[in-house]
């Protein structure tokens, strides 16, 4: 037989339920149209309980947003194997699984919202942009890039973040071809700044040396070279 009684929550599972709540509320909407009041209905306690957990709106905010940086951060972690082609194609399945189901808390994130201040928003976004960085570096290979190279692969990251917005905004394009276009614009990024560096084409060389003939480089070329001739 069950009494109805509600399990007394310390305080740090209450802390990690609100941030939660307020995740999954921030799916839906933008934070800053997501109130106090709204949080406490879903999480099952009163608008003052959770003034006890976090002192303000303003924090709590912060908190549920750190926690989607460090969620999104973690979508570019990929295990060291298989083609590059290939790691950076499931990079960005993850990486749109994540802004599929949290558009408008990634739209706040990205764009330093009211709900935030925007010196914390501008650090927690390049936390975010430092850590795709370092991965995506870590899987070519170098720890210390040339300043072309470190110059792809931020534009690249930029690119990500840029398509992704406007890919919100109606979803007009099929997602797995972004996934896919923007694994063929590091490649195509890469490419041209091999024209002008000599580390870079080397770089190059070594990713289509290691790509396997059906594998997302070589789609590329294949696309390329299926491009009908001018009339």
């Given amino acids: 037989m069950t009494t109805g009684a509600r399990r007394r929550m310390g305080v ?23 109130s106090i009041d709204e949080i406490a209905e879903a999480a099952g306690i009163s608008r003052p309980l959770v003034y006890h957990y976090f002192p303000g709106k303003q924090q709590l905010y912060e908190a549920a947003l750190r926690r989607a940086a460090d969620e999104l951060a973690a979508r570019f972690v ?31 994130l990205m764009r330093g919202g009211p709900a935030i201040g925007s010196s914390r928003a501008g650090a927690m976004i390049d936390s975010v942009r430092q850590a795709a960085y370092e991965q995506i570096l870590a899987h070519l290979g170098i720890p210390d890039p040339s300043p072309r190279l470190a110059l792809v692969v931020r534009s690249w990251i930029s690119l990500a973040e840029t398509t992704a917005l406007l890919w919100l905004d109606g979803r007009r394009i099929p997602r797995a071809e972004l996934e896919r276009q923007l694994v063929h614009d590091f490649a195509a990024l890469a490419a041209v700044s091999a024209a002008y560096d000599e580390r870079m084409a080397e770089l190059v060389r070594e990713m289509l040396t290691s790509e396997p003939p059906d594998g997302m480089f070589a789609d590329l070329v294949t696309k390329l070279l299926a491009l009908p001739e001018p009339v």
């Fill in 78 to 108: 990929e295990p060291h194997e298989g083609p590059l082609g290939a790691r950076l194609l499931r990079v960005m399945e993850r990486f749109f699984d994540f802004v599929d189901e949290h558009g408008p808390g990634f739209s706040a």
């Fill in 12 to 34: 740090e599972e209450r802390r990690e339920q609100l941030i939660a709540v307020a995740l999954d509320l921030f799916s839906h909407r933008s934070p800053e149209d997501v």
